[in-house]
């Protein structure tokens, strides 16, 4: 059976338990799945009944949810599928990076293999999408940068952005318009006392940025080292 076999919510499913497998050690439960999915847990519950009996994923009930390995397969290709799209729409049609989420959504369904193949030819194969996400390989190799997020950097580190969550398109334009995008590089400093903030300065700028948990949750970043 090939990916294009499965129904349109099973490509999705599928894409979600991998996704947020990616990024982060944390269980992937029907709840988590169905506040992504932005449905009932309920339709969830009945959907990864029926992966599971389709040989896509393990799930014990009231468990977190894992992918098999032909589960793997169908999730990485729809990924690759989305992320190739999202970086067609910004480099060949002009999209902004906070556009492009939910028309992949709809085009990742529709397209063919040989159209995904066309255009990884002709943006010659990236390796990143317009928000850092790494684009599979046609083998369905995936790299993910070593990465940690934002919050969890110190005062005086100097760290380079490797991708930003694209689920909060206002936060998106936000970065976008203080130039906190994939491959920039921040200064981290202290913020105030008891404010839960961090403060940043961008590409060694004195000015800084004052973020708040929803942002700096929201980034992934390496580290560069520390600032002088």
Same mark, same amino acid.
């Given at each position: 059976?090939? !990916?294009?076999? $499965?129904?349109?919510?099973?490509? *999705?499913? @599928?894409?979600?338990?991998?996704?947020?497998?990616?990024?982060?050690?944390?269980?992937?439960?029907? =709840?988590?799945?169905?506040?992504?999915?932005?449905?009932?847990?309920?339709?969830?519950?009945?959907?990864?009944?029926?992966?599971?009996?389709?040989?896509?994923?393990?799930?014990?009930?009231?468990? &977190?949810?894992?992918?098999? /390995?032909?589960?793997?397969?169908?999730?990485?290709?729809?990924?690759?599928?989305?992320?190739?799209?999202?970086?067609?729409?910004? %480099?060949?049609?002009?999209?902004?990076?906070?556009?492009?989420?939910?028309?992949?959504?709809? @085009?990742?369904?529709?397209? #063919? /293999?040989?159209?995904?193949?066309? +255009? /990884?030819?002709?943006?010659?194969?990236?390796?990143?999408?317009?928000?850092?996400?790494?684009?599979?390989?046609?083998?369905?190799?995936?790299?993910?940068?070593? &990465? +940690?997020?934002?919050?969890?950097?110190?005062?005086? %580190?100097? !760290?380079?952005?490797?991708?930003?969550? /694209?689920?909060?398109?206002?936060? $998106? %334009?936000?970065?976008?318009? *203080?130039? +906190?995008?994939v491959g920039a590089q921040l200064t981290v400093t202290t913020g105030a006392p008891?404010?839960?903030?961090?403060? +940043? &300065?961008? *590409?060694?700028?004195?000015?800084?940025?004052?973020?708040?948990?929803? &942002? =700096?949750?929201? !980034?992934?970043? #390496?580290?560069?080292?520390?600032?002088?």
């Amino acid at each position: 059976m090939s !990916v294009t076999q $499965l129904s349109d919510s099973a490509q *999705n499913y @599928l894409k979600i338990i991998f996704s947020l497998n990616e990024w982060s050690a944390e269980p992937v439960t029907p =709840t988590v799945i169905a506040e992504k999915a932005g449905v009932k847990l309920s339709t969830v519950s009945g959907a990864m009944s029926k992966l599971r009996q389709q040989g896509l994923l393990d799930h014990a009930p009231y468990g &977190a949810v894992s992918l098999t /390995d032909l589960g793997r397969e169908y999730a990485v290709t729809m990924v690759r599928r989305h992320r190739l799209i999202e970086t067609f729409l910004v %480099q060949m049609l002009g999209y902004r990076w906070d556009q492009v989420h939910e028309e992949a959504e709809q @085009l990742e369904h529709a397209v #063919s /293999d040989f159209m995904i193949q066309r +255009i /990884d030819e002709l943006l010659g194969h990236p390796s990143r999408d317009p928000h850092g996400d790494p684009i599979p390989t046609a083998e369905g190799t995936i790299t993910i940068p070593a &990465a +940690i997020l934002l919050a969890e950097a110190q005062p005086g %580190q100097q !760290v380079s952005v490797e991708r930003i969550s /694209d689920s909060d398109s206002e936060l $998106l %334009q936000f970065f976008s318009e *203080n130039r +906190i995008v994939v491959g920039a590089q921040l200064t981290v400093t202290t913020g105030a006392p008891f404010s839960d903030t961090v403060e +940043i &300065a961008v *590409n060694g700028e004195e000015s800084v940025i004052r973020l708040g948990a929803r &942002a =700096t949750e929201a !980034v992934w970043v #390496s580290l560069l080292g520390s600032a002088r």
